[in-house]
Nanobody, 115 residues
Framework: QVQLVESGGGLVQPGGSLRLSCAAS????????MAWYRQDPGKQRELVAA???????NYADSVKGRFTLSRDNAKNTVYLQMDSLKPEDTSVYYC?????????WGQGTQVTVSS
């Protein structure tokens, strides 16, 4: 029932920045736990960053200090600000929402970090 639409992916050079956005449907967005995952071909999907309905955040060790996850409940949107990007950050990034123990996924957006 919850629909997630990602945007902001693209090609960036090492050391550069991108901001991913995820817009969610529904009137109860402020109650959702939100997260970004990423997945490379042949690999398991891994958690990048998560934010609770109260705004508490958690980050994968690999992105701590470089990525910042925030939410704007008035816009039903979460943002993943990615700074100091590295080639190993290259992946398909997926928006995730959890509401009442039900999980929802976006379609994914490609992030490529390369010279």
């Amino acid at each position: 029932q919850v629909q997630l639409v990602e945007s902001g992916g693209g090609l960036v050079q090492p050391g550069g920045s991108l901001r991913l956005s995820c817009a969610a449907s529904g009137s109860l967005f402020s109650t959702y736990a939100m997260a970004w995952y990423r997945q490379d071909p042949g690999k398991q999907r891994e958690l990048v960053a998560a934010i609770s309905n109260g705004g508490s955040t958690n980050y994968a060790d690999s992105v701590k200090g470089r990525f910042t996850l925030s939410r704007d409940n008035a816009k039903n949107t979460v943002y993943l600000q990615m700074d100091s990007l590295k080639p190993e950050d290259t992946s398909v990034y997926y928006c995730y929402a959890n509401h009442r123990s039900t999980s929802y996924w976006g379609q994914g957006t490609q992030v490529t970090v390369s010279s």
